[in-house]
């Protein structure tokens, strides 16, 4: 199980937040950016992801809750290793394959409410889906157990190798039924963070 580490809760002790990720066994270091326009919340400008990347030994997975293409590719331009962003903003399949034109992974989320028939146009071209357990906006929420069932209904229609990625309120208890719905990545933010030691919630993951 690929394991990606929001920093989200820890907006404001972000420097040693990040250390403790480089320190950790997680695989990605996950960063929610959003525009105050898609969530109300505003998070991660397009400088702060910039020296954030400077400072990480993991990868960057970075995911927009953005209302517009044009911001999608303010980031682009900082060539993360994956760069998500909402199926409900997307306008045409030209973005992604421009977006993996860079050498960038592209990723579509979805929120709890969104039906996944929205994803099928565009799941040849994509490398990850990244399926909301909570409604975007804010770290800390419990996870919805309805998006168990979306995930196994979606993994009928998806390509083997596409990852199933799944983001909001995972821990040691609610990871069970990720791995049964065929989740072969996480984002797990303050379960992780709340820890002293990162990899004693991590372990709890992989
Ligand atoms: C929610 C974010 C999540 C969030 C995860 O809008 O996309 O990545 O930070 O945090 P936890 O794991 O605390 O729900
Ligand atoms: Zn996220």
Known sequence: MKVSVSVLKE????????????????????IDVMDGKFVDNKKFSVDMVKQIKKVSKKPLDVHLMVNDIK???????????????????????KTIKYLKSLGIKVGLAINPETDIK?????????????????NPGYGGQSFNYDVINKIKEFKKMSPDNLIINIDGGVNDKTINFCKEAGCNMVVSGS??????????AINKLK
């Open 11 to 30: 907006y404001d002790n972000l420097y040693d937040a990040v250390l403790k990720v480089n320190e950790s066994s997680c695989d990605f270091l996950h």
């Open 71 to 93: 911001t999608v590719m303010e980031y682009a331009n900082l060539k993360p290793e994956y760069l998500t962003f909402h199926v409900e903003i997307i306008d045409d399949v």
């Open 118 to 134: 929205y994803l099928k146009p565009y799941v040849s071209d994509i490398d990850l889906v990244l399926f909301m357990s909570v």
């Open 191 to 200: 379960y992780v963070t709340n820890n002293q030691f990162y990899d004693d």
